[in-house]
């Protein structure tokens, strides 16, 4: 073998080893959850959450697949070590933190209600005494509607997802929904001037949306913050999120 296919092999032995020996990772998000996350009808996943993801995981240099899973099984799942994160929006509570780990912030987003263009809810806090208010089973809006709108004597209703609950709203099913401001503000932008209106904010609920981990997982939580912090310092987070908002949302 002359020099030259010398040369020619070991390079074709050195590449094939650093493809096999590239990292990967599998992230999970939700795919309902527009702008955050949602499926196009190609079947394919974008918003907010999968553009940092991806960013991510070239900061990183790992090779990432990302999947939609459904909401109430995420966490689950991701004990099941079906995939090894899950940047879906999720609010980082003291409940979760009992089961999982949560990376630093990648954005903050108060509570937010949602009702109908005519109706005469104006307090998101005092008004739904005898009304009906929905939310999405198992995340933080619904443990508030729960803990508040129920004892207060509201209806409180339960769905798999905020666009099922939007969609009851729109149909005048419910009388308000209460979300995260951010999907229920382009929601309720994309329903059309006539559907429904934000009366507000929910006070003293700005939370830390965060990447979720197994809390045995440090090494990979440490590292997920360190690629947080890079692409806020080199603009490539605020060139996401200008994609989706027209204001900070960090």
């Known amino acids: 073998m002359n020099n030259v296919l010398r040369f020619a092999s ?15 990772l599998k992230i999970a998000t939700e795919g309902a959850y527009p702008p955050f996350n949602y499926v196009d009808s190609s079947n394919q996943l974008h ?8 960013a991510l995981c070239e900061q990183m240099k790992v090779e990432c697949t990302i999947v939609a899973q459904d909401w109430e099984g995420i966490i ?52 739904f005494k005898g009304r009906s208010v929905g939310a999405q089973a198992s995340s933080t809006q ?17 769905y798999p997802t905020l666009d099922e609950a939007n969609s009851d709203l729109a149909a005048g099913r419910v009388d308000g929904v ?11 932008e994309s329903a059309g001037k006539d559907c429904c209106k934000i009366i507000g904010d929910v006070n003293g609920t700005t ?14 939580r440490e590292r997920l913050n360190q690629a947080l912090d890079a692409i806020v310092a080199n603009g490539t987070y605020q060139k996401i999120s200008s994609r989706y908002f027209a204001f900070d949302i960090y």
């Open 178 to 188: 209460i979300a995260d401001k951010f999907p229920l503000l382009a929601w309720a």
């Open 207 to 220: 939370a830390d949306a965060s990447i979720a981990v197994r809390q045995e997982d440090n090494a990979l």
């Open 76 to 127: 689950p799942a991701l004990l099941a070590k079906k995939y090894d994160a899950v940047v879906a929006s999720m609010i980082a509570t003291d409940e979760r933190k009992k089961k999982i780990a949560f990376t630093n912030h990648y954005y903050r987003t108060p509570l937010s209600v949602a009702v109908a263009k005519d109706s005469d809810i104006s307090d998101a806090q005092t008004d």
């Open 10 to 24: 070991a390079c074709a032995l050195v590449i094939a080893a650093s493809t096999a020996q590239a990292e990967t």
């Open 142 to 158: 619904a443990i508030y509607a729960e803990d508040h709108y129920g004892p207060a004597g509201a209806d409180v209703k339960f």
């Open 47 to 54: 918003g907010f959450d999968v553009d940092i993801a991806n």
